[in-house]
């Protein structure tokens, strides 16, 4: 692999930023999935994972939404609901605004996966920015903003 520090070409760079991308992306996952289950003994799916965030980001979410942000059919999203819930991790509430909706919450062990999963998070933004100045962090975020939103504009 080529080293950052290299005087590299355009096409080098993007070579380079292109295999950073897939192990970043490979690493997170791994790292992700073993930070919260070392903080639970309750074995979690990266699905399940995600539901927990969202619904501890937004309690009270449905179904629907929990699809719709995840990128998933309601059919998995469902199936994932219902382990959790299984799992002691979630439970069902009745929403205030619609009582024919059922809005989902974390329990206490539910809160606990939410909150180690919240500290994996800090701890990669931590590692990532600790060496950079206030300039470069506004770059850093420029860049990935751009690349979100080259996502979303895409698929």
């Known amino acids: 692999m ?30 992700q999935e073993k930070f919260v289950d070392s903080s639970s003994d309750i074995k979690l799916s990266r699905t399940e994972i995600h539901i927990i965030e969202i619904i501890g980001d937004c309690p009270g979410s449905i179904l629907t939404d929990i699809a719709s942000k995840m990128y998933i059919t309601k059919a998995t999203a469902s199936v994932s609901i219902n382990r959790l819930i299984a799992k ?12 024919r909706k059922q809005g989902l919450a974390l329990t206490d062990e539910g809160r606990k996966c ?12 931590e590692a990532l920015t600790r060496d950079f100045n ?15 939103d080259f996502f979303k504009e895409f698929y």
Do not use: C, P
């Open 88 to 99: 002691g991790l979630l439970k069902r509430m009745q929403l205030e605004n619609d009582k």
């Open 114 to 125: 939410y909150d180690a999963h919240g500290e994996f998070h800090n701890q990669l933004i």
């Open 134 to 148: 206030l300039n470069e962090r506004q770059e850093l975020v420029k860049g990935l903003k751009q690349m979100l």
């Open 2 to 31: 080529l080293n950052a520090g290299d005087n590299l070409n355009s096409t080098e760079i993007n070579q380079m930023t292109n295999e950073i991308l897939k192990e970043l992306f490979h690493q997170i996952m791994n790292i």
